[in-house]
């Protein structure tokens, strides 16, 4: 593990400082790009196993940060935990990603309890813990749950997918059903990230990583008031602790949510015009973001020139580097250790 800093650039970016260079970390900074990361996931039957086992979970996290020069760690989870934790059934197939069985009525909800989340989430903590112990004093462990609205679309569609329609269509047909299972993803959701903080995260992110489907009226309904409610009751009980949002996909609707929900920095999407995020949100708060992962992966001087275009538009106020998504698994190792360097020597 690298030496401590004196001052941890990440956190002086999150309180609106401008950093020269500015920090990094990256979204899936840990998982199957790397070679230690798989041998790691070789060791466990599913990968909903692996986010389970600690002591496992806490080397995945601290992987990426032995190779490259990152600021921050983020814990090695999941979203669909807090579903599980809640008594959904959720599993992780191979090759093709999450599968649940599907909540769409009142039965369905009517299953899913609270009273379980604390037990279930522990291994969660736990793993917080063992990260904490092990980083140097100063480098930051991000703590991050999924937006109500994403959460949700997942429990409802009963899997991912391209546009969400079942979600949607449910939202339209019975708003006082969805309404009753956004209410307990926010509560869920507050206590699943005090529970981080308490073990040691020192900044959270809240990843709506399919706010981009949602039409203005319903994007404010399910997208802004739930997280502006999770982020009013995580900052009453840590004040101390910054948030970051991430409203993927959420366009021109960024400038309101970055307003709307108090969150103290935000991640921009690959899809968001550079000149847009200076001007209408880098003005507002702090930003991050938002190389496309795809060009990490073909790498080469097209990478360098859209790193450098980032750091010129973005560098000269309150910024982080990440990308717009996460890091795709047939990532070379190579590329990200380039984008690391290139970085840490703007």
Wanted: glycine residues 8%.
């Amino acid at each position: 593990m690298r030496a401590p800093s004196k001052e941890n650039s990440f956190l002086r970016a999150l309180s609106g400082q401008t950093v020269k260079p500015p920090p990094i970390w990256l979204m899936r900074q840990a998982g199957r790009y790397l070679p230690e990361y798989r041998e790691v996931r070789a060791k466990v039957p599913s990968f909903l196993d692996l986010c389970r086992m600690p002591e496992l979970a806490a080397e995945a996290t601290l992987q990426p940060l032995r190779r490259f020069d990152l600021d921050a760690a983020i814990v090695f989870s999941d979203i669909l935990v807090v579903p599980y934790a809640l008594g959904q059934k959720v599993e992780f197939v191979e090759g093709e990603g999450p599968k649940l069985e599907p909540v769409r009525d009142w039965d369905g909800l009517k299953r899913l309890q609270l009273d379980g989340l604390a037990e279930e989430a522990a291994p969660v903590y736990e793993t917080v813990e063992r990260v904490v112990a092990a980083l140097p004093e100063n480098v930051p462990l991000i703590g991050f749950c999924g937006a109500p609205w994403t959460v949700a679309a997942y429990m409802v569609e009963g899997a991912g997918s391209k546009d969400q329609a079942a979600a949607r269509t449910l939202a339209y047909r019975q708003p006082e059903l969805y309404q009753a299972l956004i209410n307990l993803l926010v509560e869920s959701s507050v206590r699943y990230l005090e529970g981080q903080v308490k073990a040691g995260a020192r900044v959270l992110q809240i990843f709506d990583s399919w706010a981009g489907s949602l039409a203005e009226d319903e994007f404010q309904r399910w997208c802004v008031d739930p997280t502006w409610r999770i982020v009013t009751a995580v900052k009453a009980a840590a004040p101390g602790v910054p948030i970051i949002g991430f409203p993927r996909g959420a366009g021109p609707k960024a400038e309101h949510y970055a307003r709307a929900t108090h969150v103290d920095a935000l991640g921009c999407g690959t899809s968001l015009p550079l000149g847009y995020i200076r001007s209408h949100l880098q003005s507002l708060l702090p930003v991050q973001g938002n190389l496309d992962p795809l060009l990490l992966v073909a790498g080469g001087a097209e990478l360098d020139r859209r790193v450098d275009q980032i750091l010129a538009m973005l560098g000269d106020g309150p910024f982080v580097f990440n990308l717009g998504h996460g890091i795709q698994p047939d990532t070379p190792v190579e590329h990200v250790a380039r984008l690391v360097a290139r970085v840490k020597k703007s």
